[in-house]
């Protein structure tokens, strides 16, 4: 079964990260905690179904290999409760059969690690965290994705 690209909430101010190697995200939680977003952070699938709300208006970064379950199937969870929920699949590191799994269930965004500041900024306009290799939600979901100009890129602090 296709599903369609999802395209996120038009403002996301909560994070859930659910990943059994939460250091990973230390980075990204502090960037993001100076633009006033809050965290949650679990290790495992039924960890975060316990702690969440049956509708959720934030972003859930989801790793796609979790200890308890796959992240595909936490995301299949969430949405029997929010079918409009905001969830990025994250890859420990990029692998195209992975990609094609993750994709095929309709999450927001497939992703890998590191974490990357512009995967919250891309969903609040009004908030850059500047040049990025990595391709903007809107650019994703409107079918635009370009490869980047890789010696135009300034990194980003």
């Known amino acids: 079964m296709k599903h369609p690209i999802r395209t996120p909430r038009e403002f996301v101010s909560n994070i859930v990260v659910v990943d059994s190697q939460p250091q990973d995200y230390e980075t990204l939680i502090a960037r993001a905690s100076d633009w006033s977003y809050q965290f949650q952070v679990f290790t495992s ?12 208006d934030g972003l859930w970064l989801i790793n796609t290999r979790l200890s ?3 992240g595909i199937e936490l995301l299949l969870l969430i949405r029997e409760r929010d079918p409009n929920a905001t969830i990025f699949l994250v890859g420990d590191a990029y692998q195209h059969e992975e990609e094609i799994a993750a994709r095929s269930v309709g ?12 995967w919250i900024s891309s ?7 500047g040049p990025s290799v990595h391709p903007s939600i809107e650019s994703v979901a409107r079918g635009q994705l ?3 100009n890789l010696n135009e890129v300034t990194p980003v602090p």
């Open 45 to 56: 699938g039924s960890q975060a179904m316990q702690a969440s709300l049956a509708l959720f």
């Open 68 to 70: 308890d379950m796959s």
């Open 107 to 118: 999450p927001t965004a497939y992703v890998c690690k590191p974490p990357h500041s512009s």
């Open 123 to 129: 969903l609040r306009p009004e908030v850059r965290a």
């Open 146 to 148: 370009q490869a980047p």
